[in-house]
């Protein structure tokens, strides 16, 4: 019976399992095809040149005995690099095994990432001329655990990221994806993560970069025809941190390309945190594959602070800079500036820069004073809690009737308006109006909102319910 390159390779493995572990063997290789054989040369395809690279240095003595066996001494191996051919020209790399075969075969194991010298990767982040062996994390160290401050809405994807600082690529918030409005603390979170992973594992390499750099540094690799020490600079990498993965919307290329290296980062256990304004089924344009696989490990929401972790944010700020005012004013401002961080703080240092410039004790008339214009935008900006008491006091139904999970038909229907509204009326994502909305998901959302535009156009009784709810929000 004629050799074939399906029958050499299948036997080929067949001896390659007895030597090393079932992890090595699934990992490294399950995913090779055979795909040509002439003569003593068998062609096999891999799924990127990483995965070459790894397999000529940590089996390279297991494929040389394994393929002299079925074609002798003068067998030869060519890679056909799946990923290569998708970026770049085709570019098969081929390796002749050497005939001796005296060297003793040890079972391998797959236990250490690929670490290569940097002198031979081109360092997106190195300006021209300049030489740096190691590679700069990029973190800000004024964004770590210790300011930022944990409350409701945000000590899931808080307690998540203290644990991958614990095992980086150890947990199953593998990736972790953080999302939500913004000035809600996504960045700082992610830097706080990078920032304590080097903490605890000065030997990890870290990066944290925005997804409008990576999108840059690809199309600089592209024109310079240096593609493939991009992606090979990035494969580098144990901890990678992603901020605004939105960003790639619409980017097919530099999708393709992130795709791999994704890929190749989740296969050998390292850890990825990506953030983004909104959540995974909400990003528009962006490859399903990629959708899937930003949902493998945790979607944490950072919502919008309660008054607890406003009140909190306000203390510890004002520790942080020695400075005391009236706890009344604190209070005044934890209850007025509700949207997101940088807006609290900033109405602080308002008060503070008003204080210093007339000379005047911080009071809480001089804080109603200075921050007069800052509240009443605040109030004029329509939030899901409003729209909420609109619609139950529109229907006098109790807030908690709407919030909890009965199917009467006229809570149903509040609540599905109050869902069509707060889409509507808001920039919220449909899993973060879900959650606010009763704690459903953001199918739910979408099926509301349908619902209520489909009874609008077949139902006038209900269009005048939506009519009347539309003025009263508006008129806010």
Not at 72 to 85: P, T
Request: glycine share 4%; proline share 4%; aromatic share 10%.
């Amino acid at each position: 019976m004629s050799k074939t390159a399906a029958s050499v390779w299948s036997n080929c493995l067949e001896f390659i399992q007895d030597n090393i572990s079932p992890q090595a063997y699934t990992t490294w290789f399950e995913p090779i095809k055979a795909i040509k054989l002439d003569k003593s040369i068998l062609t096999i395809q891999v799924p990127s040149k990483f995965f070459y690279e790894w397999l000529e240095e940590h089996y390279i003595k297991l494929l040389k005995v394994s393929l002299q066996k079925e074609l002798g001494s003068d067998a030869k191996l060519v890679y056909s690099i799946v990923m290569d051919q998708n970026i770049s020209k085709k570019d098969p790399y081929t390796v002749k095994i050497p005939s001796s075969n005296k060297e003793k075969l040890k079972p391998q194991e797959l236990n250490a990432p690929l670490h290569l010298e940097s002198s031979k990767v081109k360092n997106p982040f190195i300006i021209p001329g300049l030489q740096k062996i190691k590679i700069d994390s990029q973190l800000n160290i004024h964004f770590n655990f210790d300011n930022f401050i944990e409350g409701e809405t945000n000590r899931l994807a808080r307690s998540a990221g203290k644990a991958i600082a614990k095992r980086p690529g150890g947990t199953s918030f593998n990736p972790l994806f953080i999302y939500g409005g913004v000035g809600l603390g996504k960045t700082h979170l992610a830097h706080a993560i990078g920032l304590e992973v080097k903490e605890k594992h000065p030997e990890k390499t870290v990066l944290y970069v925005d997804m409008q750099k990576f999108i840059q540094q690809y199309a600089e690799a592209s024109r310079s025809n240096n593609r493939n020490d991009f992606i090979h600079f990035y494969q580098m990498i144990d901890v990678l941190i992603i901020d605004d993965v939105q960003f790639l919307s619409g980017k097919k290329g530099t999708q393709e390309v992130f795709f791999h290296i994704f890929n190749d980062l989740h296969q050998r256990g390292n850890q990825l945190i990506l953030t983004s304004d909104k959540p995974p089924v909400d990003i528009q344009d962006m490859e399903q594959r990629l959708i899937s696989r930003f949902k493998w490990g945790l979607s944490a929401d950072l919502q919008a602070p309660d008054y607890d972790l406003r009140y909190n944010i306000l203390k510890h700020k004002l520790e942080k800079d020695g400075m005391e005012i009236p706890e009344e004013v604190i209070e005044y401002i934890a209850k007025n500036i509700k949207t997101n961080f940088r807006e609290l703080e900033g109405a602080l240092n308002s008060l503070m820069a008003q204080s210093l410039l007339n000379k005047k004790e911080i009071t809480l008339e001089l804080a109603e004073r200075a921050l007069v214009t800052l509240i009443q935008t605040q109030r004029k900006e329509i939030s899901i809690d409003y729209i909420q008491k609109v619609v139950c006091d529109y229907f006098k139904i109790p807030l908690e009737k709407v919030q909890s999970k009965t199917r009467k038909r006229d809570i149903v229907q509040a609540r599905q308006l109050a869902m069509f509204f707060a889409k509507k009326y808001t920039n919220a994502s449909l899993a973060s109006i879900g959650t606010q909305i009763g704690k459903r998901d953001h199918a739910t959302v979408l099926h509301a909102c349908k619902t209520v535009k489909n009874l609008s156009e077949t139902d006038k009784v209900f269009k005048g319910y939506v009519d009347d709810l539309r003025r009263k929000i508006s008129a806010e």
